[in-house]
């Protein structure tokens, strides 16, 4: 889950503008918004879909959507803001440990202030997730509180620092260590999508993909994925997102197009759940879409090497 300080609802707004070029962004404003900027034609070269997808081509005929504005479902998002409301009421707890804990990583990888015993006990999970030389290259900051009513996890944010991120986490979910570290491996996909030569900062125009963290790489993860996996959809997109309802509707048409309900909200939950399943399963054998979008990520070595990193590193807490 994606987040950044401020409201703790989205916007969403969907336009039209130049040749495959898109939009996705977190607006600094503290909303995670989706704004997919496509223009239908990219999608029709011949009626082809891309390599591997079982679904039907996308219409040939050119559409102007209208700009769409609406709000994303409370359950996608998160903020600093929120998570430090969420201190404000508790019941026991995990270990019986509610407190609140806003805690700054040090060069050595300990946390300030010194943290309870639980809130170090799911530090150290993290740690192992995205190992030590990830950890200190872009977590800067770490929070913890408990709140049983609330269905969030955990969230990645940005942090303090430019190209540095903060990670919070729901300690109602702390009893459950193997879900925990599926939900950290899906914030380390965030991360690795979003981060170094990912993404170029600057401004201008951005022949790829936008994003808060600055313009996609021809060849990034995140760019690839979205031309081969999703804006094959066309006009289906714009209303699939345009609402909650239109994203149900849009699942329940696709549901082999996806590896879990949540990672239909918008590409970067997407990826960031074909991440976690990549980590995590054996490769698959089908020909879904949801099995090409894990297949797709074996095709980098480098995703290869960290996911056998972490296998090794989690193993046993995911019953391995």
């Known amino acids: 889950m994606l987040g950044t300080a401020g409201a703790a609802l989205g916007d969403l707004l969907l336009h039209r503008r130049g040749p495959a070029a898109a939009r996705v962004r977190r607006s600094r404003r503290g909303t995670l918004a989706v704004a997919a900027v ?14 591997g997808s079982t679904r039907a081509p996308a219409s040939t005929a050119p559409v102007t959507p209208p700009p769409i504005r609406t709000t994303l479902p409370p359950t996608t998002l998160e903020s600093a803001t929120t998570v430090a409301a969420a201190a404000t009421s508790t019941t026991a707890g995990p270990a019986a440990d509610t407190s609140y804990g806003a805690y700054t990583v040090q060069p050595d ?13 799911l530090w ?18 770490f929070m913890v509180y408990y709140d049983p009513h609330r269905n969030i996890d955990a969230t990645v944010f940005d942090g303090q ?10 300690a109602r979910y702390a009893d459950d260590p193997a879900a925990l570290t599926r939900t950290f491996i899906h914030e380390y996909g965030h991360i690795i999508t979003l981060s170094g030569d990912q993404v170029t900062a600057g401004g201008g125009a951005c022949g790829t993909t936008s994003v808060d963290e600055g313009c996609l790489a021809a060849d990034s993860y995140l760019n690839g994925f979205l031309d081969r996996f999703w804006w094959v959809y066309g006009q289906e997109v714009f209303d699939a997102l345009a609402s909650p309802d239109g994203m149900d509707a849009f699942y329940a048409d696709h549901q082999t197009d996806f590896v879990t309900r949540y990672a239909a909200t918008d590409p970067l939950e997407d990826i960031a ?35 056998a990193q972490i296998r090794a590193r989690v193993g046993d807490t995911l019953g391995r």
Request: charged share 20%; hydrophobic share 40%; proline share 7%.
């Open 124 to 141: 150290d999970l993290l740690r192992r997730v995205l190992g030590d030389a990830a950890t200190g290259q872009y977590i800067e900051g």
């Open 161 to 170: 620092t430019p190209g540095m991120r903060q990670v919070s986490v729901n």
């Open 273 to 307: 759940e074909v991440w976690a399943e990549f980590v995590i399963r054996d490769a698959p054998e089908g020909t879904t879409v949801a099995e090409q979008k894990i297949l797709y990520l074996y095709g980098f070595p480098e995703l290869v090497e960290l996911r």
């Open 109 to 121: 990888l300990s946390l300030l202030p010194v943290p309870t015993q639980l809130h170090q006990e």
């Open 38 to 51: 496509l223009l239908l034609a990219a999608c029709s070269d011949g009626g082809s879909t891309s390599p």
